[in-house]
């Protein structure tokens, strides 16, 4: 089982990850979508396509931007699997593997 967690509140947890450049990807089911809400941010991968953003805000802490990103819509067979699967940053999110 892997988990996302931010300041102790989990924000996915999953067995079914896909592992793709060393980042989890979690199924969007997986996902607590009462803690992310979308960002403004977007940026683009060569062979991804354009990813999306969430923001967090666990309950008692300051909102964490951009914490969350996620492709929509993929633009190449070999990323096709993750398409609208979430990850997590490290540097902003503890991903563990129980």
Do not use: R
């Amino acid at each position: 089982m892997v988990k996302a967690t931010l300041n102790g509140q989990a924000l996915a947890e999953s067995n079914e990850t896909i592992i793709i450049e060393g980042n989890h990807y979690f199924p969007p089911s997986t996902v607590d979508d009462k803690v992310l809400t979308p960002s403004d941010t977007h940026t683009t991968c060569p062979w991804k396509g354009v990813a999306s953003y969430y923001n967090a805000s666990v309950p008692g802490e300051a909102p964490v931007k951009d914490v969350a990103w996620y492709y929509p819509t993929t633009i190449t067979n070999k990323a096709k699997p993750i398409e609208g699967y979430v990850a997590f940053y490290k540097s902003k999110v503890t991903i563990s593997d129980t």
